[in-house]
């Protein structure tokens, strides 16, 4: 069956710099988005992406964040300076259209 | 999108019990979806239910929606171990962004 795929799985990062989360969304989906889960609290959406560009962004989405679909089959979220507040779960979904929205497994991020 | 609200908060019940929760939402929607998060990982789809509806079966999963009362309940049959995980609702109206609550924390005591 497929599935989204996220890589990596884990991210260790200094503060300041700068990190690339990877996401391959199911083939045929049109539809893309990024939540992300600080522990312990909800699930908060950042981002949703259609027809290569941002349809919609959150508050938490400021300029330090962007997203990129720079080839048919990945889907980036980047992070060009983080903050020790940026620590979280990120997850990618994709749908294909029908509502439904498929979660990757997620990347756990760690700012120190 | 709009936030649902579960309820209850937590749920712990015998393996092989059933369980059930439930959602309510406060405006109009095309579809309600739940889904499921085992501990730190992601968020698995079960099941979407469309506004025109009543009751939805997959496995051992059955949902219902109450437009009327803007609810939805999820059943899950015969419990397992496996099925210990929360379980949060989504109202939507189309392919837009999902609104995650608190969810139900349900677990399952072998």
């Known amino acids: 069956e497929p599935e989204v795929t996220q890589t990596p799985s884990h991210q260790v990062t200094q503060m300041g710099q700068e990190v690339i989360l990877r996401c391959v969304p199911i083939s045929n989906h049109l539809y893309f988005y990024w939540y992300r889960q600080i522990l312990g609290q909800k699930v908060e959406f950042l981002v949703s992406f259609y027809n290569n560009e941002i349809s919609e962004k959150s508050e938490i989405f400021d300029d330090q964040f962007s997203v990129e679909r720079p080839d048919g089959s990945n889907f980036t979220l980047k992070i060009r300076s983080t903050k020790l507040e940026d620590s979280a779960m990120y997850f990618c979904a994709s749908s294909g259209g029908r509502n439904e929205q498929f979660f990757g497994p997620g990347t756990r991020l760690t700012v120190l | 999108s709009q936030q649902g609200e579960e309820d209850p908060q937590a749920l712990s019940i015998q393996e092989g019990e059933n369980a059930t929760m439930n959602c309510s939402y406060k405006?109009?929607?095309?579809?309600l979806q739940w889904y499921r998060q085992n501990s730190g990982r992601g968020l698995v789809h079960l099941i979407l239910i469309r506004s025109n509806e009543r009751e939805k079966h997959s496995g051992r999963l059955r949902v219902t929606l109450d437009t009327s009362k803007k609810s939805s309940s999820l059943l899950i049959t015969a419990s397992r171990a496996a099925d210990t995980a929360s379980y949060f609702c989504?109202?939507?109206?189309?392919?837009?962004?999902?609104?995650f609550g608190t969810g139900t924390r349900l677990t399952i005591i072998p």
């Open positions: 405006t109009s929607i095309n579809n």
């Open positions: 989504a109202p939507g109206v189309g392919n837009e962004k999902l609104t």
